[in-house]
């Protein structure tokens, strides 16, 4: 688990096919290693990578066919840079939000404006992860907890302030930009608790609707 505060922003060095994946090696720059052990897990623009090898100055990840084709990772390139994040401990400060590091899906941006001091982004998000994403609720994207300011069908917008546009890599979005989006956790559960006793029959991108909450008593047309 993470909290989707950014502790370093690291630079893809190696980039290996491997049997048909992808083996990874990411220069940590900043990020203190010195509690990092193989096996540990770190958020790499979102994505939770386990550390297979520690060069030194970074780490070695394997990826698998899952994860090139449900994140931006497939076009990760030598010389990119990225969010880090090593995994929460029972000391960590929890000052963002329960991130797991699974992303949902990938989103494009759309527009990116001066707001003052701050810079307001809006991000379009894959039409399935539109029922989770909330006025004032969190949300991650390339591994940043961040609060969604305004929703618009699939489309949200980000303000983003001086501090995180310095420290992260969102300070390098420009139109068209695909980025890594992980709803907030606790959204999907309530979904799946909703359903009840249907879970165990829900196929496979099914979930609340208009209909099922009106079946339900849940709504009122």
């Not at 390139?77 to 797991?100: C, D, F, I, W, Y």
Request: glycine share 10%; charged share 20%.
């Amino acid at each position: 688990m993470f909290t989707g505060i950014i502790e370093a922003v690291g630079d893809i060095v190696a980039v290996q096919p491997s049997g048909g994946d992808l083996r990874l090696r990411v220069k940590t720059n900043t990020l203190d290693l010195a509690d990092v052990v193989l096996g540990d897990s770190i958020a790499t623009n979102g994505v939770c990578l386990t550390v297979v090898e520690l060069p030194g100055d970074g780490y070695w990840a394997d990826v698998s066919v899952e994860t090139l084709d449900n994140t931006t990772l497939r076009d990760w390139k030598v010389g990119m840079s990225v969010n880090l994040e090593k995994a929460l401990t029972p000391q960590t400060r929890l000052g963002g939000h329960m991130v797991s590091g699974h992303v949902d899906g990938v989103g494009e941006v759309v527009s990116r404006q001066a707001d003052a001091r701050s810079e307001r982004f809006r991000i379009k998000a894959p039409a399935a992860l539109a029922r989770y994403i909330a006025h004032k609720g969190s949300i991650t994207v390339d591994g940043t907890s961040l609060t969604v300011n305004a929703v618009d069908g699939d489309e949200f917008e980000l303000n983003i302030v001086p501090h995180t546009i310095e420290k992260t890599v969102i300070g390098t979005y420009q139109t068209g930009t695909k980025v890594n989006l992980e709803v907030d956790v606790i959204a999907r559960y309530l979904e799946r608790l909703l359903l009840g006793d249907k879970a165990a029959t829900a196929s496979a991108g099914s979930g609340i609707d208009l209909a099922f909450l009106a079946e339900n008593g849940f709504y009122k047309g």
